[in-house]
């Protein structure tokens, strides 16, 4: 039988090469699996907010590439008008949307198109505006997830252990 003994550091026990390989390691491989939760409540409090009933379905891409953002579906009530809001083709940002008005309010009335015009701007801007913040909320908490910071509450809350290249001994 053979005993190896290796040496265990914690995180703030590493060089600074070695912290920024295991934290690299640990964003490689981590999906946000908080996220989704997170900025659906979100959208639903900018929702209530903004004084617009209704539960929408977020969609979202925050890595960062040409296309991303976030954008939500569903239907809607803002100011006794209905509108719907669907998603079009495979990027998820504020424009990737149609936004429809129902001709009629909530009473049944018909609306007249200048009027229906209005609401319908005054809508989409709130849309937009709403998509802007969960987009910059999102973004601000991957950098927070990403952050060495954080990192190093994990592998301490975690007591995670590491080798002297950084490379983690216990997940």
């Avoid at 997170?38 to 004084?51: M, T, V, W």
């Avoid at 309010?105 to 200048?114: F, Q, S, Y």
């Avoid at 015009?117 to 990403?146: N, S």
């Amino acid at each position: 039988m053979k005993t190896k003994t290796i040496e265990l550091y914690d995180f703030n026990e590493l060089n600074q090469e070695a912290k920024d390989k295991a934290l690299s390691k640990h964003n490689e491989y981590n999906d946000y699996p908080f996220l989704e939760e997170e900025l659906s409540e979100y959208l639903s409090e900018l929702l209530k907010e903004a004084n617009i009933n209704g539960d929408g379905k977020l969609n979202y891409s925050l890595s960062y590439c040409q296309g991303d953002g976030v954008c939500f579906s569903g239907n809607f009530e803002y100011k006794n008008v209905n509108f719907n809001i669907e998603h079009n083709g495979n990027y998820y940002h504020k424009n990737s949307v149609t936004i429809e008005a129902e001709e009629h309010d909530d009473n049944g009335d018909e609306l007249r198109d200048d009027v229906l015009e209005v609401m319908k701007a005054e809508f989409t801007d709130a849309y937009k505006e709403i998509c802007d913040k969960i987009e910059k909320r999102g973004y601000l908490a991957i950098e927070y997830e990403q952050s060495e910071e954080n990192f190093k509450e994990m592998c301490e809350a975690n007591e995670y252990t590491f080798r002297e290249n950084g490379e983690m001994e216990n997940f």
